[in-house]
């Protein structure tokens, strides 16, 4: 935990739910009660909130560590999103407020134009062999195509696997293979940063060790050139655009796969997260209405994450769409066409609630209130943080300066493997601390437990479990079901071990204080330690590599790599090995994963066992004092790598 932190949990100011807000919030007081008196029996009637063909009558099933819920009820997701929608008399309302990177390049959505879409992508997947229960890998800019493919997938009962379009050939390759996908959905780019970049040669390169792909489906986007291989790709406007609009949508059992979305974990290699169609739904849509407050009629939300990550999938595709929302959807970087670039858009489009991630909050402080300032931003009702533990500064300044100190603050706990939210304090009727996630949703139980599993009392720290099954619970890791076991269920007997270290203060409110395995967590995208030390060790010219997550002011945590070259490369320690060893890290897993500092070492700090301190690199980077070295094989090599760190500085981007 960050000293600044600790600080400010002593002096920490509450903030009450705004009275206006309060009376008429979708969450009333009660909630809390009706839903503790019987979890399962409340999330079976938030499942009411779905359409389905069959009614469960099921509810939850438990196997530890295998949950099914709903288990005998049938639907279909994309019917949720979109048909019923429609059906309702709502075709006219826009789903998306589109907004491409360049200027002026924007869209509108309708239901009826989504359904149209759906319904086309889903004859042209069936066109192209996709068949209930295969995979489809989805590697897309932020366009409506993105929504559409993923829609079309759940349509006909194919999970989709979206790869963030910042993953480098190796990476989606990898998740291809793993998944074991049959088609792929790209487009020929998109714009980032104001220019056009491009997607279909790395799906290309990828594809060369992907046999089992036999369809690429791409989207035009930039109207770059692409080469296509005979037979196997084809233009969406081609495929999909002569197809008929309308579409007769099966009906799936809930526990249908919906979707796979790969993480990282503490492994080097990834880990595919499965998750349901009925349960899922249920979570995100029930999560979306009452933590986002959602007023359809009326409101305009937006989600800032990028389609490719799990916020994505839970806060922009299917809880929003489910609950037949609104939505401003952008292509692009914060600062494209100027640091107002978000300002200008809320404006314009009258955005009423904003959920983003702690470290955009963190830019917009530092390029200072200037550009907000400039714009009219009295459309925002409610404010969401999401992805990484958010410091009291910035959620002040989120809160006085975004919000006009007029719209509730909701700092959101979850994961990829929840698959929905899981802490939040429910906007109107709970209060807030800056830097808190608070309590549980309605039917969520959590604890934060000591190292043998018992609960801590108020003002300890310890870790943060989820003692029963939730509805939108991972149904596990692809095509690894021991380890989902292992992961999660086994550190502590009777509960889900999220990784998070977590605080009950005086109050007995619950704080994240970040990850206590060896997952890093930079600007809310998740990454491991032993990812990036095995693509190190994947170079020639190094021999041992050791990677720590330090903190960072604007990024949260940054990635600080130890490494230990090989013999003939130790005369090469300069700047220019350490470019290529972070262009190397953005070839094989992404640019996100370069690390901020490349710090070349004869020696790593090992205990007798031979294991890297880890702890100990860490407060290396900190630049902290250094605690017990007694079980080290040479405490010396710590304080000569505290001497190179200041030695050998690699410029951030
Ligand atoms: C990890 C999950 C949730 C979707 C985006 C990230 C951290 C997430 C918070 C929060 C403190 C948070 C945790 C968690 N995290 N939200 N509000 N406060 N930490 O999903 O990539 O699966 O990462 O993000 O460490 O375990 P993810």
């Known amino acids: 935990m960050s000293s600044d932190l600790e600080a400010l949990l002593h002096e920490t100011r509450r903030f009450a739910p705004p009275a206006a807000f309060a009376a008429a919030a979708n969450a009333q007081p009660s909630i809390y009660d009706e839903a503790a008196a019987d979890p399962v029996a409340w999330w079976r009637q938030q499942a009411r909130r779905l359409t389905w063909d069959v009614e469960p009558t099921e509810t939850l099933s438990w196997n530890r560590p295998f949950a099914t819920w709903f288990a005998d009820g049938r ?9 019923r929608h429609v059906a309702n008399g709502l075709g006219d309302r826009v789903a998306f407020h589109w907004v491409g990177e360049p200027e002026d390049d924007t869209r509108t959505i309708t239901y009826r134009d989504l359904l149209a879409m759906v319904s086309q992508a889903a004859h042209a997947l069936t066109d192209m062999g996709v068949r209930r229960g295969d995979r489809v890998a989805i590697y897309m800019p932020m366009i409506p195509e993105a929504v559409v493919a993923m829609l079309a997938c759940a349509r006909i009962g194919a999970a989709h696997s979206v790869v963030f379009g910042g993953f480098a050939a190796d990476a989606l390759s990898d998740r291809i293979r793993d998944a074991d996908c049959r088609v ?26 992907c046999p089992g792909v036999t ?26 655009e002569r ?25 080097a290699r990834p880990k595919g997260i499965m998750h349901s169609t009925g349960g899922y739904l249920t979570q995100v849509a029930t999560t979306h209405w009452y933590a986002h407050d959602l007023k359809p ?7 800032s994450a990028d389609i490719g990550w799990v916020t994505g999938h839970s806060y922009i595709v299917y809880g929003p769409l489910a609950n037949g929302a609104t939505q401003v959807m952008y292509e692009g970087t914060p600062d494209a066409g100027g ?6 858009i809320v404006e314009e489009y009258k955005v009423t609630i904003l959920y983003t991630a702690p470290t955009a909050i963190r830019t917009f402080m530092k390029w200072g209130k200037e550009f907000p300032a400039a714009h009219d931003l009295s459309s925002l009702r409610l404010l969401g943080s999401v992805g990484e533990p958010i410091n009291p500064e910035a959620w002040i300044w989120f809160y006085e300066t975004i919000g006009g100190s007029r719209c509730p603050v909701i700092d959101t706990w979850w994961q990829t493997e929840t698959g929905g939210m899981m802490m939040t304090p429910l906007p109107g009727i709970a209060a807030a601390k800056p830097g808190a996630a608070m309590r549980a949703f309605p039917g969520i139980s959590v604890d934060v437990v000591d190292h043998d599993g018992h609960s801590v009392g108020n003002g300890q720290g310890g870790f943060l479990v989820i003692t029963q099954p939730w509805p939108a619970m991972t149904r596990g890791i692809w095509g690894d079901p021991e380890r989902f076991a292992e992961t999660y269920w086994s550190r502590f007997e009777n509960a889900y071990f999220a990784g998070d270290g977590a605080k009950r203060d005086e ?9 206590v395995d060896d997952v890093m967590n930079i600007s809310g995208h998740r990454i491991s330690t032993t990812e990036v030390e095995h693509a190190l060790v994947g170079h020639h010219s190094v021999a041992e590599a050791a990677v720590v997550g330090a903190s960072d002011e604007t990024t949260g945590q940054a990635i600080v790599a130890f490494v230990t070259l090989k013999q003939e490369f130790a005369e090469q320690s300069d700047d220019e090995l350490i470019t290529q060893l972070r262009e190397h890290i953005a070839r094989t897993i992404s640019p996100i994963a370069k690390p901020r500092q490349i710090v070349f070492t004869p020696d790593l700090p090992k205990t007798r066992s ?23 094989t040479d405490p010396n090599v710590v304080n000569m790598i505290g001497d190179l760190m200041n030695a050998h500085q690699s410029d951030d981007e």
Not at 611 to 631: Q, Y
Request: hydrophobic share 40%; proline share 3%; with cysteine.
């Open 184 to 209: 792929v959905i790209t487009a020929d780019g998109g714009y980032r940063r104001g220019a056009a970049a491009a997607l279909k040669p790395t799906v290309d390169e990828a594809l060369a060790d």
């Open 297 to 303: 009629e009326t409101d305009v939300c937006w989600t």
């Open 339 to 344: 640091r107002d670039r978000w300002w200008r």
């Open 75 to 83: 639907l279909n997701a994309s019917v949720n999103c979109v048909d």
């Open 610 to 632: 031979g294991k890297i301190m880890r702890r100990l690199l860490r407060d290396v980077a900190e630049h902290r004092a250094l605690g017990d070295v007694t079980t080290l």
């Open 215 to 240: 369809g690429v489906l791409v989207v035009r986007r930039t109207g770059q050139d692409v080469a296509f291989v005979e037979g196997r790709d084809h233009w969406w406007h081609d495929l999909v």
């Open 507 to 515: 109050d007995g409110d619950i704080w994240l204080l970040g990850r």
């Open 243 to 267: 197809q008929s609009t309308e579409h007769q949508p099966e009906s799936f059992p809930a526990e249908q796969p919906l979707y796979i979305m790969y993480t990282s974990g503490t492994t």
